[in-house]
């Protein structure tokens, strides 16, 4: 059971390239966030999908985009990268539908941008 | 606007001790709450979950309690073990969340546990 997966698991850009991060669950999970996670600043909702087909904000969108290609992924893309935008960054899933209300959490990509 | 604190930043405990970390939260109408772990340069890992509507939840020598009125939540950690050193997070839903119940942060409890 694979649960949530994210690709890369580290990236090195330099200012201005662009660049996809992917994420995939295997849960059948409605919901899907992107996260990044900044040293002083915790964790922060960058965009958000309640369910296949919809996105929405969330506190931090600005120089991201993001695409919920089907039920299972949910992809991030940051068009012209800048320093401000190194982080890690996480991708999660959840389920209200069932019930059940818990995260389930990707690894992480770190990404550096130089 | 809700904000999530978590007290302290950083402890360290020797082996075997019980040990209680910390979380506040200013708005009390929430949906949920959550604990985390998160393991250095790793994910994070859903502990436990309070409905709103619950006191505590346990989960083997973990226990999470939670207290709307005063705007607080506790977690427990029985007879620590080394294996039980990393940070600890909580995290808050709306209760107006809607659909997605997008989750407010604390900065996390640093746990080290020294053999």
């Known amino acids: 059971n694979a649960g949530v997966t994210q690709t890369p698991k580290f990236q090195v850009l330099k200012t201005g390239q662009s660049m996809t991060l992917q994420c995939a669950q295997d849960?059948?999970?409605?919901?899907m966030y992107w996260y990044r996670q900044d040293p002083g600043m915790g964790l922060r909702l960058i965009y958000y999908?309640?369910?296949?087909?919809?996105?929405d904000k969330g506190e931090v969108p600005n120089g991201y985009n993001v695409s919920r290609l089907n039920k299972r992924e949910f992809s991030l893309r940051l068009e012209s990268a800048a320093p401000s935008q190194t982080s890690v960054y996480f991708c999660?899933?959840?389920?209200?539908?069932?019930?059940?209300?818990?995260?389930?959490f990707g690894s992480g990509t770190r990404l550096t941008v130089v | 606007k809700q904000e999530v604190t978590q007290i302290p930043a950083a402890l360290s405990v020797p082996e075997g001790e019980n040990l209680v970390l910390n979380c506040s939260f200013t708005?009390?109408?929430?949906?949920?709450l959550q604990w985390f772990r998160q393991d250095p340069g790793k994910g994070l890992t859903s502990l436990l979950l309070?409905?709103?509507s619950q006191r505590e939840q346990t989960s083997g020598r973990l226990n999470a309690s939670l207290d709307k009125s005063s705007g607080r939540s506790t977690l427990y950690i029985a007879a620590s073990q080394p294996g039980d050193s990393a940070t600890y997070l909580c995290?808050?839903?709306?209760?107006?969340?809607?659909?997605?119940?997008?989750?407010?942060w604390g900065l996390g409890t640093s746990l080290a546990v020294n053999p």
């Open positions: 999660a899933s959840s389920d209200v539908s069932q019930g059940f209300y818990g995260y389930t």
């Open positions: 849960m059948n999970h409605n919901s």
């Open positions: 999908s309640a369910s296949e087909g919809t996105t």
């Open positions: 708005d009390s109408a929430i949906y949920n």
């Open positions: 309070i409905q709103s």
């Open positions: 995290a808050v839903s709306h209760s107006n969340a809607g659909n997605n119940r997008k989750l407010i």
